[in-house]
Structure formats: C-alpha cells, structure tokens
C-alpha cells in the first residue's frame, strides 16, 4: 500500500511518529562553553517543533568534553548536576511542545576535534585528518580502558536525555566522527580485537547500541545514523555497510538513518572533497541527482526491515514521495531548508511543491567563494565557509527567532568564526 508524507510510521519498540517528515541532525553551536543548554536552544527548538515535522533531531551532544565537533556543543560525560537535567528538560519541553518526538543525536567527535578545543584528541589509531588549514591536530590511540569508558559514556548520555524529556536517541556512527572512524579501515589500523576485521572494526559502535538499550529499556527509541559509505579509498565501503546495518537490526535498533562521507569527503553536503570519490557498487536510479542515499537505502532494503530515514538533498515533494514508494526511505530527513523555512514540514504537507534551494551558488556564493570551490587545495575552505552560513541561520533564529536569507558568506564566515573563538576563550578561562 502506497505511502504519503502525512502517514505515521509505527516503530519496532512500539513508538509512533506522526509523519514522514523529520528534521535533520545540525549542529548548533548554542549551548554555554561549559556545555549547557540555553534559551536560544529553546526557541530554536520551539520554532522547529511548531513546524510540523513527526520527529527532530538535535545537533550532536557529545559524551566527552574534550571531543566536541565544534565550540557550543552540548555535552553530557557525567551523571548531569541539578542544574544541567534541568537546562535539559526545558530543551525538551520546548522541542516538543507541538507533540512531535524530540531525540538526542549523542556522539563523540575523535580526530574530527577542532585543535582550537583538543589538539591531540583521542582516535582510534593516530592517523590526522586529511584536510588542509591546520584546523585539526594529530590524534593519540586510545587505550582499550579508554575504549570501554567511551561505552560507558554513550549508555551515561542516554539515560540523561531521557529523564530530561527526549523522546528517543540517535548514535552517531557516520560522517567520520569516532564510532565511524572505528567503522573504516583508513583510520582504524588497529592489531587489536577493535580492528583488522569489519566485526571487530564494528565493535564500539555494537557494544555502545546495547549499552544504550539497556539503559533506556526496550520501548524507547534506540537509532544509529550510518555511513553509506565513506566515499574514500580504502574507507569503510558500502559493501560493509550492508553486513552492519544487519547487524544493528539484530541488535534491535528502532531505525537507521543512512548518510555518507566524512571531512574529508562531505558526500553529505552535495560537494566535492579534497580527493577523488572512490565509486560504490549500487544501481543508481533518476532520484540519486537530488536524494543523494536514496539508492543505498533500497539496496539494503533487501537485507533488512528495520525503517530507514534517508537526509541529504531532497527538495521536491515528489522525490520525497519516490522514497516512500520505492520503499528506499520509511522516513525522509530534512536539513538546509529548515535552517531559513522553519515551517517547511508543514508547508509540504499543506502541498507546497518544491523547497527553496539556499545553497544554490549563483544566488548565495560570491565570487570568490565559487573560485575557491574550483581550487582543489582551497576545496575544503569554500566547503566550511558555506557551512558557516547556515550555522548563522541557525544562530540567529536561536538568539532572535529571525533568519537572515540575505547575509553574505563573508559575514556568515566572520560571525561564526568570532563566536567560536570566543567560546572557547571562555571555555579556557
């Protein structure tokens, strides 16, 4: 029977949501240096929750201080005091004052730290990141104790969110952060029962899915977010990640959201890396141009039924509608949009056509940036400096409620990068 965006998608552990339609993942950057919650996060998430979406998805909260992502990250890497499950619990409450679901996105962020925050962050293996800028430092091997704290942590983090209001979690194991740094092959040369092999390189991620279970019980929703593959020359492939979604649905995840690529190789965002593209062994179909993982996700459609959530380039209401007939996505992930058009779930179940593509170079790039883009060694600049310019949307509907359409990427850039450095010259007193 045919799907619609409007339909709710009833979960394995029995939770319910009530459309097709969630927000995706972003980071925020809003929370206090010492890694609380704030009222920006609060409106930010009360304008999101009253824009229609079944489910939203919050940017990363770290498990481990020392690891962040970016500056403002939330971070739980202890049982929270009075005043943080309280700062967490208004999060909640704000964020799904429209009855959606509200989950946390818990991660840690391994060689993928900022060396403003960490300059020798723990990794799997001591292998930099490949990315010009000398924004990222060399990374230190964890020890197996450390490896075991980290489990610990994700299990700590989850029983948090969930006293505080959230209504599910996400563990992040994509996009290059630790769990798929483990995953790949590249950057986990491990000797240990934590590398060589695809199972033992699985371990941490599969030891940290039943960590959380336990701790939040079997009716609570438990999701990882998957690399595709990391479109990198002997990194974790999509051969891999059909065993591993296996996997996790034997271990009894409530979904999977399917992405792909890392820093290094942002398939994510719809560009280009700083290297090659290694080519995956999928059938591509006429949706792939705009959904970028649609196709991975019918392929391992095969192997699983666990529902699967696909983000990553959908504008048009129709190939959202493809997703769901082609049985390739059980629920469709929304990003960029919703940092300008915060009622965009709303919109498109009110019939609106076609989401406004902000990203679109002619309109939003200047000059400048589009040559960068073209400039193999200044690639992954023109990359952070577009990213930038949404971290200022979303800033700004934080602090104001107002998002901004007009602000060039200089300006976004110059904003994003003082309010780094600030918070981290307070986090570092």
């Known amino acids: 029977m045919s799907k619609s965006l409007a339909d709710p998608l009833t979960l394995p552990c029995g939770a319910v949501i009530s459309n097709r339609l969630a927000k995706a993942a972003m980071t925020e950057g809003l929370a206090t240096p010492d890694g609380v919650p704030t009222a920006e996060l609060e409106r930010l998430y009360g304008l999101w929750s009253d824009g229609g979406a079944g489910m939203l998805l919050s940017g990363n909260i770290q498990i481990d201080r020392d690891h962040l992502e970016r500056p403002g990250n939330v971070f739980i890497d202890r049982e929270p005091d009075a005043a943080m499950q309280a700062a967490l619990s208004r999060w909640a409450h704000a964020a799904t004052r429209n009855g959606n679901h509200f989950w946390a996105q818990i991660s840690h962020a391994g ?20 990315l010009p800028g000398g924004q990222f430092g060399e990374p230190v091997a964890l020890e197996k104790s450390e490896i075991t704290d980290i489990v610990r942590r994700f299990a700590v983090c989850a029983t948090a969110v969930k006293a505080a209001g959230f209504t599910g979690v996400q563990i992040h194991a994509a996009h290059g952060y630790l769990l798929s740094q483990f995953l790949s092959p590249r950057s986990n040369q491990r000797s240990d029962e934590y590398g060589g092999s695809l199972e033992n390189r699985a ?9 959380v279970r336990e701790a939040v019980g079997a009716d609570f929703p438990v999701a990882v977010k998957l690399n595709s593959a990391d479109f990198q020359k002997g990194g974790f492939d999509f051969e891999d990640s059909l065993q591993v979604v296996e996997w996790l649905e034997q271990a009894g995840v409530d979904l999977i959201e399917i992405s792909g690529g890392t820093y290094e190789q942002p398939k994510l965002l719809g560009v280009e890396g700083v290297e090659a593209e290694e080519p995956q062994k999928v059938a591509k179909s006429t949706q792939q141009r705009e959904a970028y993982f649609v196709d991975f996700a019918l392929a391992m ?27 390739g996505a059980d629920l469709i992930g929304l990003g960029r949009p919703m940092c300008v058009m915060t ?8 019939g609106l056509a ?8 002619l309109a939003l790039f200047p000059s400048w940036l589009a040559f960068l883009s073209k400039v193999n060694a ?10 930038y310019w949404y971290f200022a949307q979303i800033d700004r509907l934080g602090r104001n409620g107002k998002a901004d359409p007009a602000l060039s990427v200089f300006q976004a850039t110059k904003e994003t990068t003082s309010l780094q450095k600030s918070l981290v010259k307070r986090r570092n007193g």
């Open 111 to 130: 060689r993928q730290t900022m060396k403003m925050i960490n300059p020798h962050p723990k990794a799997p293996s001591p292998i930099k990141l490949g």
């Open 203 to 211: 371990r941490v991620l599969l030891d940290s899915v039943a960590a």
């Open 301 to 327: 459609r095969s192997k699983i039924s666990v529902p699967l959530m696909v983000t990553g380039g959908f504008r048009q209401k129709v190939v959202m509608q493809q997703a769901l007939d082609s049985g």
């Open 343 to 350: 009622d965009a779930p709303a919109q498109l179940l009110a």
């Open 354 to 361: 076609e989401l406004p593509r902000y990203e679109n170079r």
């Open 378 to 387: 200044l690639k992954a600049m023109a990359t952070f400096a577009v990213q």
